[in-house]
């Protein structure tokens, strides 16, 4: 007897892990709020740029915090020349290979926005995505902290016209010169001590989110997780974590008074008091430009955890509180931040250039506009629904159509198979159809048209409890179909009226 062929393995139909579909409102609603911040990057002077999501990995270099991940936490693969590839991890180095190979040909400064998803082989989490969208800024060219500053002032604005108010945010400064003066005193910034001084700096760089308590113990033995898994620590001696700790507690009333405290604090180290006079610059033009405290502060605790940053750091923090996955009320956090990284172009020209710039998380900029309930509905609009009721009319469907798109309106024939009408009706309902437009054999023989307010009717439908009610309802009219554009109008302009 033979043998029966085995099956076919079907694939499952999933995602890999750390990964997410975005469906049409939420792009949709994306797309509107990263409109409005290009506004803002364009009025400021600065340019488009695209870039590949593919560089090679000597290009990509190893910058990120996750450096225990495979390939130091990006996603890369060998080419069919054998030479090594990588999705690109941020914005920032695409950048720096860019202002390199084409130094020749960019004005200097080079001033560019890039917006666009990124990848990172990073551990996923509740929120934490290995692809996420991310919105640039930078400055390429010029050694002067006032241009970190303006690109501080133009965060603050883009937040704005994103849709955050003035007082539900702040960007916090400071600079990596000043640490880099504390890690001097603290006797990690001699050869040898790399590791232990990336793994101090991406401690202090989760003061927010893991306190006192947990950066302590980073800066120690190390910290367990909730989940179990442990992080390895910088094994400092407790005097060196109290001089650590000391500084990103060193905030004061203003920022006259914190540079003052970091000046004590940095001693005769010469990188530490050149950066706190850069921080003193900074403060003066965001003040004479209107954007003092509390919309900008100086904080050392802001200390950003990639390890190219060279001078200021700066981080935008939403100020409200949300309710978390636990039920507990928490601020939101961090939806952005940058900094100046003079040496980054380096690696590619031998010559050091100077660049500074700002990148916003997109995803928790719309989280954050959903939690303060300036999100656009979750119930998108869709398009008007032309049902079709005779197959053999889809020409004279199509022709309402084009009418409606000519005149700026949405508008969509079924194209489904069958004629039922109930089963089309369902299907203008799954597309958030704000009306639908109904032409069978009598209203084609009348010259009319079935015209389906479905906004208005979903609403009625809860209220009407007989079909002589139903059929009286004012959701649907009949209209003669030279009255088609201006009923569908009428009806959107009613539905756009709060």
Known sequence: MAKKADKPKRPKAELPRGF?????????????????????????????????????VESLGKFLPDVDRPMGGVFGFQDDDESWVALRYDMTAPLARVAAQ?????????????MGPVWRNE???????????QCDADTVGT?????????????????QAAGIASEDFVIRIN???????????????????EARRGIALRAIDKLDRLGEGGVRALLGEGRRDESGDFTTGAELAG????LLMGFVSAGRADGAATCARLRELVGASEQGIEGVQELETIAE??????????????????????????GPVYEAELTFEITDEKGERRQFGSVAGGGRYDDLVMRFTGQRTPATGVSIGVDRLLAALRARGKSSESRAQGPVVILALERDRMAGYQTIATELRNAGIRAEVYMGGGTNLGK???????????????????????????????????????????????????????????????????????????
Not at 123 to 133: D, L, S, T
Not at 145 to 157: G, N
Request: glycine share 6%.
């Open 424 to 498: 089309q009706l369902k299907y203008a309902d799954k597309r958030h159809a704000p009306a639908a437009i109904i032409i069978g054999s009598q209203e084609r023989e009348n010259g009319t048209a079935q015209i389906k307010d479905l906004v208005l009717g979903t609403r009625l439908a809860s209220e009407i409890e007989s079909n002589e009610e139903w059929k009286a309802q004012p959701a649907q009219q009949e209209v003669g179909q030279s009255q088609i554009l201006a009923t569908i109008r009428a009806i959107l302009e009613r539905q756009s009226t709060p």
């Open 123 to 133: 551990k996923p989490g509740p929120g934490r995505f290995r692809q996420f969208f």
């Open 175 to 193: 600079n990596r010169k000043v640490l880099n003066g504390i890690l001097e005193e603290a006797g990690l910034q001699s050869d040898g001590e």
């Open 239 to 242: 005097e060196q974590i109290d």
């Open 20 to 56: 997410h579909d975005t469906f049409g409102a939420d792009v949709l609603e994306r797309e509107r709020m990263l409109s409005r911040i290009a506004e803002v990057y364009h009025l400021h002077g600065f340019d488009p740029l695209e870039t590949p999501a593919i560089e090679t």
């Open 285 to 310: 033009f965001l003040d004479s430009q209107g954007y003092r405290a509390p919309l900008t502060v100086i904080d050392p605790s802001v200390v950003r955890g990639l390890a190219y940053y060279t």
């Open 102 to 114: 084409y130094r020749q040909d960019l004005p200097s400064p080079y001033r560019r926005y890039a």
């Open 143 to 159: 050694s002067t902290v006032v241009a970190d500053a303006e690109i501080c002032a133009m965060l603050a604005d883009a937040l």
